[in-house]
C-alpha cells in the first residue's frame, strides 16, 4: 500500500511545489490538491461534511489551480505521482483540458494521475453551465471525449454536452495514451457501479465509514463489468491510526493520503517528517 500527502492548497501556507518536493524527499509516493473554480456566496448546494451552506475550512475560497499548482511540483520532483483529490473536469473545456493534462503527463515523465469528482457545489457547476441533475453524465461524457483526444490520432467524440469533428492533439500522455482517472466520491452503490463502469478506481471521502466493505463491493462490481485486474482504491485519511491502515492494506485499498494542517511552511515541513517516520516511509529529515 503506497503513502502520499494531499495539500488543501491557497494562497497562504506552504507553497505546491514545497510541500511536494518535502514530500518526496521524505519518502511519499504521492502528492494531490483539490480544486474549486470558485464559491458562490448564495447557493443552494449544502455541503457533505456540514450538511449545510456553512464551509467548514475558508480554503474552499482559496483553492489554487490544480494544474498550476501540479506544474510547480513537477518542476521540482522526479519520482512522485501528481494528483488531484479531486479535481472537477465538468467546470472545464474538456479539449483544452485534455492539453493541460496531457501536457502537465509529458513534461513531468508520465506521473498524472486524474482523481476526478461529479461536484457536490452544484450551484457552482451551474455557474459552468453543467446542471446538476446532469452532472453525472457530464463528467463520463467529458472523460471520455479527453481519452479520445489522448488515444485517437485522429480524434473525435459526439456527445450532449461536448462534440467535436476529428482533430489532432498532441501531447499524448506518456503511457500509451493513458491518465489514470480515480472518482472521487461516496461509496454508494451507485457511485461504485460508475467506478466499475467508467473509472479506474475510487477514491474515498475525507468521512467514509465501512471502507472495507465497500472496497469489496467495488471489486465485485469491477468483476462483474469484466474489468481486468483490480481497481485502484485511494483512502483520504486524518492522522495514520495502525489498525485502519492495516484492514486497509488487508482489503485492497492501494493507497492512503494524508492531510496537511493549515500551518505555515516550517510546521507543515515537520509535520511531513514526523508523518513519514509513524507510517515507516521516512528517509530521513525533509526539506
Not at 511540483?73 to 512522485?80: C, D, E, F, L, Q
Not at 513534461?107 to 482523481?115: D, E
Not at 472521487?184 to 467514509?208: F, S, Y
Not at 515541513?269 to 530521513?284: D, K, P, T
Request: glycine share 10%; aromatic share 8%; hydrophobic share 40%.
Amino acid at each position: 500500500m503506497r503513502y502520499g500527502i494531499v495539500l488543501f492548497s491557497s494562497d497562504r501556507g506552504i507553497s505546491p511545489a514545497e510541500a511536494a518536493r518535502t514530500a518526496e524527499e521524505a519518502g511519499f509516493d504521492s502528492f494531490a490538491v483539490p480544486e474549486h473554480t470558485h464559491i458562490p456566496v448564495r447557493r443552494e448546494a449544502a455541503h457533505p461534511g456540514t450538511g449545510s451552506d456553512e464551509l467548514p475550512d475558508d480554503r474552499y475560497l482559496r483553492t489554487l489551480d490544480p494544474w498550476v499548482a501540479l506544474a510547480t511540483a513537477a518542476s521540482v520532483t522526479r519520482r512522485i505521482t501528481l494528483s488531484t483529490a479531486v479535481a472537477l473536469p465538468a467546470e472545464h473545456d474538456p479539449i483544452s483540458l485534455a492539453k493541460t493534462i496531457a501536457s502537465l503527463d509529458h513534461l513531468s515523465g508520465g506521473r498524472v494521475v486524474l482523481g476526478a469528482g461529479f461536484g457536490w457545489n452544484t450551484d457552482e457547476l451551474a455557474d459552468h453551465g453543467i446542471p446538476g441533475g446532469r452532472r453525472r453524465t457530464a463528467l463520463r461524457e467529458y472523460l471520455d471525449a479527453m481519452r479520445a483526444l489522448w488515444t485517437q490520432e485522429e480524434a473525435h467524440y459526439e456527445g450532449e454536452f461536448v462534440s467535436f469533428g476529428p482533430s489532432w492533439a498532441w501531447p499524448k500522455p506518456v503511457r500509451a495514451g493513458h491518465v489514470p482517472v480515480l472518482l472521487g466520491a461516496g461509496g454508494t452503490e451507485r457511485n461504485l457501479a460508475w467506478v466499475a463502469r467508467h473509472a479506474d478506481g475510487w477514491i474515498t471521502t475525507p468521512i467514509e465509514r465501512d471502507v472495507e466493505d465497500r472496497v469489496r463491493r467495488l471489486r465485485e462490481l469491477w468483476s462483474e463489468a469484466g474489468r481486468d485486474g483490480e481497481p485502484e482504491v485511494v483512502a483520504l485519511a486524518g492522522k495514520p491510526d495502525p489498525d485502519a491502515l492495516t484492514a486497509w492494506a488487508d482489503c485492497g485499498v492501494t493507497e492512503v493520503l494524508f492531510g496537511l494542517p493549515d500551518a505555515p511552511a516550517e510546521d507543515v515541513i515537520a509535520y511531513i517528517g514526523r508523518l513519514a517516520e509513524r507510517v515507516g516511509v521516512s528517509n530521513g529529515s525533509p526539506g
